[in-house]
């Protein structure tokens, strides 16, 4: 996994944004959500705040988020293989804790 620095800034919406005072209240109205700070009773500043905490311990001093971002992994392309090709493992080979799972499987 890779950090990428252009990350945007922290977010109210993000699960691990938490107030250490905990004077942030989520007000649900519909779809949408407010977050109201119980000491002053205005908008929450956000990760500017003196307050503001990451629970990952992942928000840096300029108020950007260093959660690491995962790229979609390309997979390799299938091989054409012959019948030939393939290998089986024989049963005699199997030990016998497999042998025992394999047979419950199959049943």
């Known amino acids: ?8 800034e922290c977010i109210l919406a993000c699960r ?13 109205e519909g779809e949408s959500k407010s977050f109201i700070c119980r000491l002053d009773e205005y908008e929450c500043l956000g990760y500017s705040c003196s307050y503001a905490e990451c629970r990952d311990r992942l928000l840096s ?3 950007r988020c260093l959660k690491p971002v995962q790229k979609e ?5 299938a ?3 012959t019948f030939e090709q393939h290998t089986y ?6 030990d016998d804790r497999l042998q025992k799972k394999i047979s ?3 049943k």
Do not use: E, H, T, W
Not at 89 to 94: E, F, G, S
């Open 16 to 28: 691990s944004f938490m107030c250490s005072k905990r004077m942030l209240k989520i007000i649900r």
């Open 104 to 106: 419950r499987k199959l």
């Open 1 to 8: 996994m890779k950090v990428d620095s252009n990350r945007k």
């Open 79 to 81: 091989k054409n293989l």
């Open 73 to 77: 992994q390309k997979r390799p392309k």
């Open 89 to 94: 493992a024989l049963r005699q080979n199997l």
């Open 61 to 63: 001093d300029d108020g």
